[in-house]
Structure formats: C-alpha cells, structure tokens
C-alpha cells in the first residue's frame, strides 16, 4: 500500500508529540499502532487509538480545520508506515543503547511499556475479549507474560552488581518478543491483511 501521509521521521515526530503535550513515548505510540493495525476488532479506528495516546482531561484542543487535517495528516503517516512494516512481517524492537545499570533498568521498563501498552492494548483495541483462534491468543499472552519479565528484570537491575548477565537475558528476551511478532503477523495476520486496512473516520 502506497502511502498517502507520509511519516515526517521520528525527531520531527517526538516534537509534535511534545508540542500536543502527548505523555505516550513514541516508542509505545509506534507499538501500538503496529498491534491496533494487526487487531481484529473491526470497530476499532484509528481516530480512537490517537485519542487513546493522551490522558482524557487532556485531549489537544484543535483550533482550526487546517490544524486539525495536519495533526490527523501527521498521526496517518506514522500509521501508514507501521502498517508497511506490517504488511512485510519487518516488526522489530529498537535496539538497546543502555549501558550502565540505571540506564539498563529504565530501559526495562521502556521495553515494558512498549510490549504491553503499546503492541498488546493495541490488539485489543479497547475489547476485552476478542473472537481469536487460541494459537493467537497464547501468542498475545505471551507478549504480555514478557513484559513482565522486562519489569522483573528492571527490579532485579536495581540489586544486582553485575548488569552485564541481565543485559544478555534482555537480548535474549527481545529476541522472543520480536520471533513472536513475526510468527503471529505471518500465520495470523497476514492471510486476513486486506481486512485489516482501516480508515480514518
């Protein structure tokens, strides 16, 4: 599918979210378009994930038409992007940069964040139960089961004196993450992708 937003690149991206005080990282906001794209709830909108980004007493206030097709415009590039990546099975974490062991935790809980909040809420799309064969919905509670190996490793960082050992199980635990992604959007998502392409309104 060709685009017609085009995403204005992450930096670009992070400062329109700063400028609409948006309190979900872009790493989670990425996630959870990749797991909204890939969720089978057929009500769910794109409108209602971006609204789902921000805190209820804190939705931006768009003034003028032209300021609402813009943040619209922006939001649909990232989303026209993420459904790329979907639609070549090319979903990855981003790499870890952490190095000392604070840095390694708030990564963690980064990590966390991105899995659970980001690709799994996403799937879900505000339902709490979902009509899924049951190998895709052991897949989902795994990815939520891995995140909560991310926030024990956060926790374990906080007593250990050696993070390199823990920064091997991240590694390892990443790699899961993104093998079950991939699994997941080859035999799940992907032979019902044409279904999957929603519309702003």
């Not at 931006?60 to 639609?87: N, S, V, Y």
């Not at 991105?114 to 996403?122: A, I, L, N, S, T």
């Not at 064969?133 to 995140?147: G, K, R």
């Amino acid at each position: 599918m060709q685009s017609e937003n085009l995403y204005i690149g992450d930096d670009k991206f992070q400062r329109f979210l700063d400028h609409y005080q948006c309190p979900t990282p872009l790493k989670v906001v990425k996630l959870k378009f990749a797991g909204a794209i890939c969720s089978p709830n057929n009500n769910l909108r794109p409108t209602d994930v971006i609204s789902s980004l921000f805190s209820e007493d804190k939705q931006p206030r768009l003034t003028t038409k032209a300021e609402a097709e813009l943040f619209f415009k922006f939001f649909m590039g990232l989303w026209d992007e993420m459904f790329e990546i979907i639609q070549t099975n090319t979903l990855y974490l981003p790499a870890m940069t952490a190095e000392d062991k604070k840095d390694l935790g708030t990564f963690c809980l980064m990590r966390a964040e991105q899995v659970e909040r980001g690709f799994v809420e996403g799937f879900w799309g505000g339902c709490e139960s979902l009509n899924i064969p049951q190998f895709a919905a052991e897949l989902i509670n795994s990815l939520s089961d891995m995140a909560g190996v991310y926030n024990m490793l956060a926790k374990k960082l906080e007593k250990s004196e050696n993070p390199e050992d823990i920064s091997e199980v991240i590694k390892h635990t990443d790699k899961t993450v993104e093998k079950t992604f991939k699994f997941l959007i080859e035999n799940y998502i992907l032979p019902n992708i044409a279904k999957l392409q929603r519309q702003l309104n």
